[in-house]
């Protein structure tokens, strides 16, 4: 049987997916041409009809520098978030996508940055984010904050957490297993959604930042 607070984030992904697709129909601007339906189909890749404008909100990097998202302008970036203490869910989602960039072409995967998200601030500083992003030496990079200005991102990008109730010793945060896209003038543009296709991820974003580019 699966744990209340797994059920409850995999409910959460699932309504605040909806939201974010309805509310991104109020916007005028198309996204860049691209087929939907297949990348949604062969990739797992949700790419939301309308782009989604993502709100400024001042974070810390995992080099102790002041960071705020207007910062993720100028690139490509995939968000998600997570934890360094994470049994699973946050070292197979990083080992996926050190596979997923080591397949794109350098020039297109230099657009592109992936970025980890703390859901367990108390024990993220940004020294052990950077510690624990070496690990898998492909560049990632990571960010904490306060917990009310980290839970207003991971409302914005519709990527759910629930934050612990404890905060010492050993303990576990529920969260999305979701990954969000976001184009290089700063919105939300979908979701890479889990179980992760990575057969079919790279040529999907290879399509994607191609496209952008034309």
């Known amino acids: 049987m699966e744990p209340p607070q797994t059920n409850m984030i995999a409910m959460l992904d699932s309504l605040l997916l909806r939201c974010l697709l309805i509310s991104a129909l109020a916007f005028t601007a198309p996204a860049f041409a691209l087929d939907r339906n297949a990348l949604l189909d062969d990739a797992n890749l949700l790419l939301l009809p309308r782009e989604r404008a993502v709100p400024s909100i001042e974070l810390i990097d995992q080099d102790g520098q002041a960071f705020v998202t207007d910062a993720l302008r100028g690139r ?87 934050p612990a109730s404890q905060t010492d010793g050993s303990y576990n945060v529920a969260h999305s297993g979701n990954l969000a896209l976001i184009g290089p003038d700063g919105t939300l543009r979908g979701h890479i959604r889990a179980p992760f296709k990575l057969d079919a991820l790279p040529d999907a974003l290879k399509q994607i930042l191609t496209a952008s580019s034309d």
């Open 76 to 162: 490509w970036h995939i968000l998600f978030f997570g934890f360094t203490a994470c049994p699973d869910i946050c070292p197979t989602t990083l080992s996926d996508m050190r596979r997923v960039f080591a397949q794109l072409p350098a020039q297109l995967r230099d657009q592109l940055q992936l970025v980890m998200v703390t859901a367990d601030p108390a024990r993220d500083t940004p020294e052990q984010l950077k510690t624990y992003l070496s690990y898998y030496r492909a560049g990632f990079t990571g960010l904490t904050g306060e917990m009310a200005q980290l839970q207003r991102l991971s409302k914005a990008l519709g990527l759910p957490f629930v």
